[in-house]
């Protein structure tokens, strides 16, 4: 994740020379898409796509640091992005600091990640850009599908008021954000670890002291038990030698042994 984001810092990305302007009666993206075919003539809108990253009728490059495009935006920088998180106990598991939440799908909701990191999300993401470049057939190649894929975003943003490089800002800020979330939770969780390894090894060390202290008072009983056993018998003797009972002690005289009968 350290990588992603410093990598972030020395990307390039394209800059239409005429930047998008906003209509005032945006149409959506499914309407844009259909537009766009119109525009390009009759066929499959994806083929026309096609032609405009092949270059044929699309914007000249104008390569800009992403940084730059982030920085003329409203919100955070790029090495200012800070997610506000709130405080939790240090003796609570993780789960009990944890913001996003798990979807019944499996996957998980961050955008309380990027709200609590005050950025300004613009008219279409990288969450909408992503289905986009999902969408494209796996067999273009890579550099046909970047480029198809920004000529057909700078030709909505015509309506939206949004081009490729504010989409790539967008995204990159979000990795900031869910980095510096992800550091925070590490944190958290290192704090946690370290509370309960204390508790643990304090519980080990009661548990290991309890046991001392059973072998201790077993040995000690033992001792004891066998004493009074030897002060019983000691007085045992005192009490036998005074009752002499038949058999009773070791004191009593042998009992008579009968005659044998003929």
Known sequence: MHDKLSKLASIFVNKDDDEAKPSPAPKGVDAELAELTKLTGSGNAWDQWEKL?????????????????????????????RVNVPAAPTDKPVDEFVMPKQKP????????????????????TAEQAREIIASLPESLGLDIRRQTVSKAISAIGQTLGVTPDVIAADAALKIAAVHDFQSKVEGKFKEYEVKATQAIADLQKKIQDTQTSIEGARKRSDEVSKACLEEIDKLDDVTEFFSLDQG?????????????KT
Do not use: H, R
């Open 53 to 81: 990253a092949k270059g044929e009728g699309g914007a000249s490059a104008n390569p800009v640091p992403l940084t730059n495009v982030i920085a003329a935006q409203p919100g955070p920088n790029l090495d200012t992005v």
């Open 105 to 124: 799908d499996g996957t998980w909701d961050f955008a309380p990640i990027y709200l609590s990191s005050n950025l300004v999300p613009p008219p279409f």
């Open 248 to 260: 009773g002690s070791k004191y009593a005289p042998p009992a008579p042994v009968e005659a044998s």
